[in-house]
């Protein structure tokens, strides 16, 4: 990695999921002309994007598994594989919400 290949200003990059219409350069924006978001609504696209994500990795993990139980799967592999990708993005979710949580609670503990 060289140093011409970091961005300059601090950018969200959210990886790419097969089916998804995120691309692996995504980036959220605040609006249209592609200027400054700010930081409550950049975040609540992060999370929007990680829970809807996640609610369809869980619907090809579900239906990947039924295709299996009725014997209609082309191959077992694609089926843990859709399985892996649903179990790794529920616990990122569950990470986030764990340290939004402590972050949350460090704040109310501090003196004003």
Same mark, same amino acid.
Request: proline letters at 4%.
């Given at each position: 990695? +060289?140093?011409?290949?970091?961005?300059?200003?601090?950018?969200?990059?959210?990886?790419?999921?097969?089916? %998804?219409?995120?691309?692996?350069?995504?980036?959220?924006?605040? +609006?249209?002309?592609? *200027?400054?978001?700010? *930081? *409550?609504?950049?975040?609540?696209?992060?999370?929007?994007?990680?829970?809807?994500?996640?609610?369809?990795?869980?619907?090809?993990?579900?239906?990947?598994?039924?295709?299996?139980?009725?014997?209609?799967?082309?191959?077992?592999? *694609?089926?843990?594989? !859709?399985?892996?990708?649903?179990?790794?993005?529920?616990?990122?979710?569950?990470?986030?919400? +764990?340290?939004? %949580?402590? !972050?949350?609670?460090?704040?109310?503990?501090?003196?004003?």
């Amino acid at each position: 990695m +060289n140093i011409g290949s970091i961005p300059s200003a601090p950018a969200l990059v959210i990886p790419a999921q097969a089916g %998804t219409a995120l691309g692996p350069d995504s980036r959220l924006r605040g +609006n249209d002309a592609g *200027g400054p978001a700010s *930081g *409550g609504q950049a975040f609540g696209q992060l999370v929007d994007q990680l829970v809807s994500g996640q609610a369809r990795a869980t619907t090809a993990a579900d239906s990947a598994v039924q295709s299996l139980v009725t014997g209609q799967a082309d191959s077992l592999h *694609g089926v843990s594989l !859709a399985v892996a990708e649903a179990d790794l993005s529920f616990r990122l979710i569950l990470e986030l919400r +764990n340290r939004i %949580t402590e !972050a949350y609670q460090d704040v109310m503990r501090m003196q004003v």
